[in-house]
């Protein structure tokens, strides 16, 4: 299993970016993804994630209505839209997968991207 993430950048507050994840060696449909951040001097937090069977998702409290995140298996990919950025939104952000069937938000993850840099900043 791999996954490369990519789309991180510097943004002005209330700006946009799109973050993708593309990965390999796995069924999309087998496994739940996610997409996870940390800020500097912070402890590392899940962001958004799909589940594998039903595909619903979840989003941490400090991002819902801002960022959606969605897959697209033909082109082995799932990606986190995020909108209306703050400064509070500055990490490293993952993507993630693990071969699970539970609910995406409360399962542990083996399968790790090696991150993108979102800063937000004016």
């Known amino acids: 299993v791999q996954l490369q993430a990519s789309g991180g950048g510097l943004v002005q507050p209330g700006g946009s970016l799109r973050l993708s994840c593309v990965y390999s060696g796995f069924n999309l449909d087998d496994y739940a993804v996610g997409w996870f951040r940390q800020a500097p001097g912070k402890e590392r937090e899940r962001v958004s994630c799909?589940?594998?069977?039903?595909?619903?998702?979840y989003y941490h409290d400090s991002v819902k209505g801002r960022f959606t995140i969605s897959r697209d298996k033909a082109k082995k990919s799932f990606y986190l839209q995020m909108n209306n950025l703050n400064a509070e939104d500055t990490a490293r952000y993952y993507c993630?997968?693990?071969?699970?069937?539970?609910?995406?938000?409360?399962?542990?993850?083996?399968?790790w991207g090696q991150g993108t840099l979102v800063t937000v900043s004016s």
């Open positions: 799909i589940n594998s069977l039903d595909r619903s998702t």
């Open positions: 993630a997968a693990t071969l699970d069937y539970r609910s995406c938000n409360t399962v542990n993850y083996n399968h």
